[in-house]
């Protein structure tokens, strides 16, 4: 699959086995780092566009010679939501021959949702995820293979830093006002959880919990998916004071923060502890698994049963839509309104 986000442009290869964990074989990334290239209404400037087609172009080329049957090539939120989406998409057809599709709001959390589910197993009983991207914050609850609630918010670290977080460091009138819109747009969400019963576990996906959940001292990626890996609110907050004290440069240099998203950080920690607070968590795990991975979950899911799509519109009838296994050529798919009002529901996988 070739996952294209506001960061890096990723071509993922996987072994891909009915029955079996999809398994990375390897991996290709080139950078994107759209973060300064995104005006205040997210358009993606000329700059930015050229730098996104030529990562896609050369991930492709660096990918051409693993023996791949097909793959999946996608944009996330930062492309997806600029108003000049298409400009951007149209540059990367012409430079790498392939157009991407995009998925909504809703979809990304619900195959997130897919992935995180199939980690931990029927016996983690109700779940409660919260994903943390560059353009927006997905929040799903559910018990089954399908969810109760999935929302898709605006929340995401990259945007708000542009929205809210001009200084560097950012001043506390900066930070202050930030905290609230989070607080805002939680309680969108809020009070339709607390219809549920309480979830037995809140899980956490994404590289923000994942850097947040290293600079408070989790083991490293290298050790393994394996390894458990958890993150309190009181550790969070925390990094918050201190990050927020930090200019971007410095804050790369702290264990588990990336140059590229050293700037954005604070942001997804605010967020993060704003979560938490509201939703009235005290401590998450963090998953190994997330979109890529609820991706490649969909694909073997439409492998065994052809007769069933691999990305659909959510909650509607299927009429043929795209399917998941695209090669170069295919057209973007359709989009659909995400919503953080009313639950999302559909029909069984």
């Given at each position: 699959?070739l996952d294209?986000?506001?960061?890096?442009?990723?071509?993922l290869v996987v072994?891909?086995?009915p029955?079996?964990?999809?398994l990375?074989l390897?991996?290709?990334?080139?950078?994107?780092l759209?973060g300064d290239?995104?005006d205040?209404?997210?358009r993606?400037s000329?700059?930015?566009?050229?730098r996104v087609?030529?990562?896609?172009?050369?991930?492709?080329?660096?990918?051409?010679?693993?023996?791949v049957d097909?793959?999946?090539?996608?944009?996330t939120?930062?492309?997806?939501?600029a108003?000049?989406?298409?400009d951007?998409l149209?540059?990367i057809?012409?430079?790498?021959?392939?157009r991407?599709?995009?998925l909504?709001?809703?979809e990304?959390?619900?195959?997130t949702?897919?992935?995180?589910?199939?980690?931990?197993g029927?016996?983690?009983?109700?779940l409660?995820?919260?994903?943390?991207?560059?353009?927006?914050m997905?929040?799903?609850?559910?018990?089954?293979?399908e969810?109760l609630?999935?929302?898709s918010?605006?929340?995401g670290a990259?945007?708000?830093t542009?929205?809210?977080?001009?200084?560097d460091?950012?001043?506390k009138?900066?930070?202050?006002a930030?905290r609230?819109h989070?607080?805002?747009?939680?309680?969108?969400v809020?009070?339709?959880l607390h219809?549920?019963?309480?979830?037995?576990?809140v899980?956490?996906?994404?590289?923000?919990?994942?850097?947040?959940?290293?600079?408070?001292?989790?083991?490293?990626?290298?050790?393994g998916?394996?390894?458990?890996r958890?993150l309190?609110r009181?550790?969070?907050?925390?990094e918050?004071?201190?990050?927020?004290g930090l200019?971007?440069?410095?804050?790369?240099r702290?264990?588990?923060?990336?140059?590229?998203r050293?700037r954005?950080?604070l942001?997804?920690a605010?967020?993060?502890?704003?979560?938490?607070t509201q939703?009235?968590?005290?401590?998450?795990e963090?998953?190994p698994?997330a979109?890529?991975e609820?991706?490649?979950l969909?694909?073997?899911?439409?492998a065994?049963?052809r007769d069933?799509?691999?990305?659909?519109?959510?909650?509607?009838?299927?009429?043929?839509?795209?399917?998941?296994?695209?090669?170069?050529g295919?057209?973007?798919?359709d989009e659909?309104?995400t919503?953080?009002?009313?639950?999302?529901?559909?029909?069984?996988?």
């Amino acid at each position: 699959m070739l996952d294209i986000g506001s960061n890096c442009a990723q071509f993922l290869v996987v072994d891909v086995t009915p029955g079996a964990p999809p398994l990375p074989l390897h991996a290709v990334k080139e950078p994107v780092l759209l973060g300064d290239d995104l005006d205040a209404e997210g358009r993606v400037s000329a700059a930015g566009i050229e730098r996104v087609a030529s990562a896609v172009y050369r991930a492709l080329c660096a990918a051409g010679h693993f023996e791949v049957d097909n793959f999946y090539a996608f944009v996330t939120a930062a492309i997806r939501d600029a108003p000049n989406r298409d400009d951007v998409l149209d540059r990367i057809e012409a430079a790498a021959g392939i157009r991407p599709q995009f998925l909504t709001g809703v979809e990304e959390a619900r195959l997130t949702y897919l992935a995180v589910r199939h980690w931990y197993g029927w016996r983690a009983g109700t779940l409660l995820l919260l994903d943390i991207g560059g353009g927006s914050m997905e929040i799903v609850l559910g018990r089954d293979i399908e969810p109760l609630f999935a929302a898709s918010l605006p929340l995401g670290a990259g945007r708000l830093t542009r929205e809210f977080l001009a200084g560097d460091p950012p001043s506390k009138q900066e930070r202050r006002a930030l905290r609230r819109h989070v607080r805002e747009g939680i309680a969108q969400v809020r009070d339709r959880l607390h219809w549920e019963d309480p979830p037995r576990r809140v899980v956490g996906s994404s590289k923000t919990f994942k850097q947040l959940a290293r600079l408070a001292g989790a083991p490293p990626q290298r050790k393994g998916p394996f390894v458990t890996r958890s993150l309190t609110r009181a550790d969070i907050t925390a990094e918050v004071d201190l990050l927020a004290g930090l200019r971007a440069a410095e804050r790369a240099r702290l264990r588990g923060v990336s140059v590229p998203r050293a700037r954005q950080i604070l942001a997804g920690a605010i967020v993060a502890e704003t979560a938490l607070t509201q939703l009235g968590v005290t401590a998450l795990e963090v998953s190994p698994w997330a979109l890529r991975e609820g991706v490649v979950l969909r694909f073997l899911a439409a492998a065994v049963d052809r007769d069933k799509p691999a990305l659909r519109r959510w909650g509607t009838p299927a009429p043929d839509p795209p399917s998941l296994s695209l090669l170069p050529g295919s057209t973007e798919g359709d989009e659909v309104p995400t919503t953080a009002q009313a639950p999302i529901t559909s029909s069984g996988v």
